[in-house]
């Protein structure tokens, strides 16, 4: 095994569902793994800290990236909510994490954006990353401002990035839209250890998704980093098949954003 080529890397949203499938994931790629949620965790591994940290606290956010050269970035509201949560975990969130990185050096960030950027397409279309963005939500909203920020903090301040877009990344797809948009675990995995350590990103857009049989996106720039997808939803087709129908005027089957086109508004 080769030796991890990141000194100390920070992990947001350490205690989410795909925080802990990457505390395992990637502690190979680093020499410490700074675990951070604002729920409490317990490092329980040599190479593991863990800081508890309310991503919406500007000056607990820059305590938390001091010493870190790089981080990924889960953390935060994860579903579409009312536009106030989402305000202070994502878009406050998302800002207090480049601030700190500009002051503490850190060099380079991959950050969870989502599919729901551009949820208001429709499942016909193709798209690579230059495609128009079309938020479905507040929770969208806040991922697209996320990939501007990235690109800000790399024009301005040369903090790297890697946006990718996850689908649906989850133990196996649950329905028919996520037999195209299902990224396995393994594949996160590999997607952002390929995100941390590829030379030169820039600011990069990636869609994060399987090798599917019907992918709406164009998975060349994550191909560019190295990333080469191992697994596919087509071992789950009976399984999702055997489902009940959805009507084709139903959001889950028009829009690639699914339900979350159709939620809301709140209060
Ligand atoms: P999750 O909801 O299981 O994990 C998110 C974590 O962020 C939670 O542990 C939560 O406590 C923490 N968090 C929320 N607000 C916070 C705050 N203000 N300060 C500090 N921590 C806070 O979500 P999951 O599925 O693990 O997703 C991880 C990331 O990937 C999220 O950013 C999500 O938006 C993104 N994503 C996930 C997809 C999926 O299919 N699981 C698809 C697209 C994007
Ligand atoms: C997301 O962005 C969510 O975090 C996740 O819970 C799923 O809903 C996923 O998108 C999806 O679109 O399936």
């Known amino acids: 095994m080769t030796a991890p080529r990141i000194q100390r890397l920070l992990l947001t949203g350490a205690a989410g569902a795909l925080g802990q499938v990457l505390r395992k994931g990637l502690a190979p790629s680093a020499e410490r793994l700074r675990l951070s949620d604002r729920l409490p965790l ?3 591994e040599a190479h593991e800290e863990a800081i508890a940290c309310d991503l919406a606290d500007k000056a607990a956010v820059d305590a938390l990236v001091a010493g870190c050269d790089a981080i990924v970035h889960m953390g935060g509201v994860s579903v579409e909510r009312p536009f106030e949560e989402v305000l202070e975990a994502n878009i406050k969130g998302v800002f207090h994490l480049y601030e700190a990185a500009r002051r503490h ?9 989502s599919n729901h ?3 208001f397409h429709l499942q016909t279309e193709h798209l690579d990353a230059d495609a128009q963005r079309r938020p479905d939500g507040y929770y969208g909203l806040s991922k697209s401002f996320g990939e501007d920020v990235a690109q ?8 790297e990035t890697v946006s990718i877009r996850i689908g649906s990344a989850f133990p196996e797809p649950a329905n028919r839209r996520m037999m195209s948009t299902w990224l396995s675990f393994g594949d996160l995995t590999r997607l952002v250890e390929k995100a941390l350590l590829a030379p030169k990103v820039g600011h990069t857009v990636v869609y994060g998704v399987s090798a599917n049989r019907d992918v709406w996106w164009d998975t060349g ?8 997808a191992q697994d596919s939803s087509e071992v789950f087709r009976a399984k999702v098949e055997a489902l009940p129908p959805v009507a084709p005027d139903d959001p889950a089957a028009l829009y690639q954003g699914g339900a979350f086109t159709a939620m809301g508004p709140f209060g």
């Open 152 to 159: 800000f903090y790399f024009d301005r301040w040369g903090i």
């Open 221 to 228: 720039a994550s191909a560019a980093l190295g990333f080469v």
């Open 42 to 44: 317990e490092a329980t």
């Open 117 to 119: 950027v551009i949820g």
């Open 105 to 113: 050096g850190t060099k380079r960030v991959v950050f969870a954006s």
